[in-house]
């Protein structure tokens, strides 16, 4: 490192060379002026010295940052998480303590992810990225509104932080809605009653809605929702237009008075920060980034939230950006393991794991609540000179919980440590450098909290939201050292903290439990089953009034859902790991009209089209016949049982390296080698 000092009268430099790193000049006292000989020398050797210093302020002079608390651009509407796609299916079967501590990581304030809004899927009994959420309308004539988990999750949330913004969003719709048309009146309906059991059941105020996850949209029918909203008190829920790739929905507005006054927020999927000019012109609408993100939770992914975060609105004046997902709190092979704010994905052990962006969403969400406001471009918000981007924010007007604060969100993010899923990255630079902030109509003589996260390829020598020594400034500013790959806040707020339990860490995680038996004794009526991911339909608990068993698991989606996606036809629920290779499944079935039974083994892919592409199944018909498959299509062995409506029957499937077997019965019914097996 090098230090400067200077003699007041007049001086010249001499450089004393050191051990690396201990560089110093120095001053030579002399009363004669330096010749131009020395002066010439004593330039080159700053010179050379600089090249080989890095880390140092003398070499160049920091950037000068002024930041205006009395310029105000637009409302903070907060950061959210999206609990959709069946991404926190596993979460739900943790047992305490360890479910409410990673709830309490998720939700509570200044203690974690602290997070402003909760976006959670409407089940439409369809594939939607990890598996399918139940439909609270099974049919027309049906009504439930305790299926699936979304509203216990909103239940937590709303238990941590009452204050937390509640946002909901269909992927698909049963098919009986509109004879298959989703927009339509019936879908209107179907999500009124939605909305309105989650006041009238859960106490629980949707304060969003969408349209179609990554659909098209039309301007009809979101005039339609709009005045049924209305027209069931519902004028406090806001509309959400249109979840999609890009910004098509400003054109739709653009002469559409009324449209534009039904939509509240223009919600995009993956902007890649940026916006149009149209949309940023608009007046009253909120711009978001819906949904975003969607990486693998490792420093490059966190590397990329922090970097959206701050950018969004740095770049696309987005007000809001929400992680899909919340939690990966799904099976290993399905889609897009790993993604999440942290890792939930072994309840049978109680193992959870906290990843980068949990505590990179903190150095946001600690430090301002929605209705705060960003300050102006220029003054509170830009990039820096060298790299880098910085947002301030400060509360909004009537916040008198607390006025005179303030937060500044700084980050570093370089292109190859911060590259999302998508879109691609155009290249970029960023340097270490320092910055000297003027505080301009802020309160310059408040001690300055200052946390920093710094994220490494080598995630064991990462760290993650440590609070640092106080930035004390000096005469209403104050220079800070900004590396690379590295988060910081400065800010008045004395609330945040880096929350922990005081008991042992979670244990660690170990295989799926074998053998394992369930017989859904334990479980209400429409409960989700302990491990069960459905794939395709909805397997949801059932008390018969046919058989003797008190309850059971049934299907119950009995014509095809509008999907989202291409899923298969064919419904199927998981369990269990995809590296299990010997193993023997069992199953009773009981056949109520059509249909058939599956046990199935060795399946390795889920999610959009693979539900039923890999893996063994041996499949009985209500007409008695039976068949042995690798994959949906490639027959093994099959033949002919005698099957009575009204009668359960037993299938065994037996896979031992390249020998499959299986009974109906307790009967040997075959018995085939298949070299392409694994072992």
Not at 90 to 114: M, N, V
Not at 187 to 211: P, Q
Not at 251 to 263: F, N, T, W, Y
Not at 385 to 402: I, K
């Amino acid at each position: 490192m090098g230090n400067l000092f200077k003699n007041k009268r007049n001086w010249d430099w001499v450089l004393q060379l050191l051990p690396i790193n201990e560089a110093v000049i120095k001053p030579s006292y002399n009363t004669m002026a330096p010749s131009p000989l020395s002066l010439a020398i004593i330039l080159l050797s700053i010179i050379w010295w600089c090249s080989f210093i890095i880390e140092t302020s003398l070499c160049e002079q920091p950037e000068i940052i002024t930041i205006d608390g009395s310029k105000v651009e637009r409302v903070f509407d907060g950061i959210g998480g999206l609990s959709a796609g069946a991404s926190s299916r596993l979460l739900y079967d943790y047992d305490e303590p360890y479910r409410s501590q990673i709830l309490d990581y998720l939700f509570k304030p200044s203690f974690g992810a602290s997070l402003h809004i909760l976006k959670v899927e409407i089940g439409g009994d369809c594939q939607s990225t990890d598996g399918t959420e139940p439909s609270h309308m099974h049919t027309r004539t049906d009504m439930n509104y305790e299926r699936g988990y979304e509203w216990w999750l909103m239940i937590e949330a709303k238990k941590r932080n009452p204050s937390i913004l509640l946002y909901a969003l269909a992927w698909g719709v049963p098919g009986w809605i509109g004879n298959g048309n989703f927009f339509s009146q019936d879908n209107v309906d179907y999500h009124v009653n939605w909305i309105k059991a989650a006041r009238s059941h859960y106490n629980l105020t949707i304060d969003y809605v969408g349209i179609w996850n990554e659909r098209s949209c039309t301007a009809d029918y979101i005039k339609m929702l709009r005045a049924g909203l209305d027209k069931s008190s519902l004028q406090q829920t806001k509309i959400v237009a249109c979840d999609q790739f890009g910004f098509g929905v400003v054109a739709m507005m653009e002469g559409d008075r009324q449209l534009a006054e039904a939509i509240n927020v223009v919600g995009v999927h993956y902007p890649g920060t940026m916006s149009t000019p149209a949309a940023i012109a608009l007046n009253h609408t909120a711009l978001w980034a819906s949904e975003d993100y969607s990486t693998y939770a490792d420093s490059t992914g966190g590397g990329c939230w922090a970097r959206i975060l701050n950018q969004n609105y740095v770049n696309g004046y987005m007000t809001s950006t929400i992680t899909w997902s919340l939690i990966a709190a799904y099976y290993e092979g399905l889609p897009f393991f790993g993604d999440g704010l942290m890792w939930s994905v072994c309840p049978w052990a109680g193992n959870y794991q906290l990843k980068s962006p949990l505590w990179i969403t903190a150095h946001t969400t600690q430090f301002a609540l929605p209705g705060w406001q960003y300050l102006a471009h220029g003054t509170g918000v830009g990039h820096f000179a060298q790299g880098g981007s910085y947002v301030t924010l400060v509360p909004g007007q009537g916040d008198d919980n607390h006025k005179g604060e303030f937060s500044l969100i700084i980050e570093m993010m370089t292109h190859d440590h911060s590259q999302c899923v998508r879109p691609a990255l155009p290249p970029y630079n960023v340097q270490n450098q320092n910055v000297t902030f003027v505080l301009g109509a802020l309160d310059g003589q408040k001690p300055l909290h200052f946390w920093k996260s710094c994220l490494n390829q080598d995630e064991t020598k990462s760290t993650w939201f440590e609070e640092q020594p106080k930035i004390i400034p000096t005469k209403g500013s104050f220079t800070v050292y900004l590396e690379t790959d590295c988060v910081y806040t400065i800010s008045t707020i004395s609330t945040a903290s880096k929350g922990s339990f005081p008991s042992a860490p979670p244990p660690s995680c170990h295989a799926f439990p074998l053998p394992y038996k369930e017989t859904f004794d334990s479980y209400a009526p429409e409960a989700p089953p302990r491990y069960l991911t459905d794939q395709t339909g909805t397997f949801t608990i059932f008390k018969p009034s046919n058989t003797s068993s008190d309850l059971v698991l049934r299907q119950s989606v009995t014509m095809p859902p509008i999907t989202w996606c291409n899923e298969s036809q064919t419904p199927i629920s998981y369990i269990g790991s995809p590296s299990w290779a010997d193993i023997t499944i069992s199953v009773d079935v009981l056949i109520e009209k059509t249909g058939y039974g599956v046990a199935g083994g060795r399946s390795s892919s889920g999610g959009c089209g693979n539900s039923y592409t890999t893996g063994y199944f041996l499949t009985l018909g209500v007409d008695g016949q039976w068949n042995v498959t690798v994959g949906a299509t490639q027959i093994l062995a099959s033949g002919h049982v005698t099957v009575r409506p009204g009668e359960w029957h037993t299938l065994q499937l037996d896979l031992q390296k390249t020998t499959i077997s299986g009974q109906i019965d307790h009967v040997d019914i075959f018995r085939v080698q298949d070299a392409s097996a694994k072992e």
